[in-house]
């Protein structure tokens, strides 16, 4: 029997010739596709990036458990749960970060101003992604999607209402659809989307 390697191997193959966005996905990459596309994790709420082999934390998204922790936008990751972060992909660190719900998350944090390395506990949650940003900008509706979950379609709903309220029928000029740095995600919500507007 073929191994797993040359078997996974092959089927990527044959997929190479239908289009370049098709892909074979193992179990281990379809749990990570499926938690992103739900909308919700177990986590501690910070969206992050990768900085002088560091994790920095670009914000603590409000009322999750790193907010109520005291994590702040700037504060770099040097460790989780005792281990150097340094060495790790973007990808295996937010791994390490999320877990199941309840569970204690050790966290040592170097921030500009504090002298000595910061070292926090966190009891991770349920964290719910907003995959639609918006706002008002005069007369015109400003709506930002990152990225197509199982959540999109009811957030552009509550989004373009929010809108509405704000904005009087009349002076309504239009909205802004932005899809930069979207990842992608679930097509049937991608078409949900287009149907709002088509």
């Known amino acids: 029997m073929p191994t797993p390697v040359l078997l996974e191997a092959a089927i990527n193959g044959m997929l190479a010739?239908?289009?370049?966005h098709s892909s074979y996905m193992d179990a281990k990459r379809f749990e990570?596709?499926?938690?992103?596309?739900?909308?919700?994790?177990?986590?501690?709420?910070?969206?992050?990036?990768m900085e002088n082999e560091l994790v920095k934390v670009i914000t603590p998204i409000d009322d999750t458990p790193a907010a109520r922790a005291g994590v702040r936008a700037g504060d770099f990751i040097a460790?989780?749960?005792g281990?150097?972060?340094?060495?790790?992909?973007?990808?295996?660190?937010v791994e390490k970060m999320r877990g199941l719900v309840n569970t204690p998350i050790d966290l040592t944090i170097l921030r500009e101003g504090s002298a000595d390395p910061i070292k926090i506990t966190i009891i991770r949650s349920i964290i719910?992604?907003?995959?639609?940003?918006?706002?008002?900008?005069?007369?015109?509706?400003?709506?930002?999607?990152?990225?197509f979950t199982e959540k999109t379609f009811d957030d552009l709903q509550s989004a373009i209402e929010e809108i509405k309220k704000?904005?009087?029928?009349?002076?309504?000029?239009?909205?802004?659809?932005?899809?930069?740095?979207?990842?992608?995600?679930l097509l049937d919500q991608a078409v949900s989307v287009?149907?709002?507007?088509l």
């Open 194 to 197: 287009s149907d709002a507007f």
């Open 79 to 81: 460790e989780i749960d």
């Open 17 to 20: 010739s239908l289009d370049p």
């Open 128 to 147: 719910k992604v907003k995959a639609v940003k918006f706002r008002v900008d005069n007369d015109v509706g400003y709506m930002k999607i990152t990225s």
């Open 166 to 185: 704000q904005i009087p029928t009349d002076k309504l000029k239009g909205y802004v659809l932005d899809l930069r740095l979207d990842p992608g995600g």
């Open 83 to 93: 281990t150097e972060v340094r060495g790790l992909t973007l990808n295996e660190a």
């Open 32 to 49: 990570d596709m499926s938690v992103q596309t739900k909308g919700e994790f177990g986590g501690l709420g910070i969206e992050v990036t």
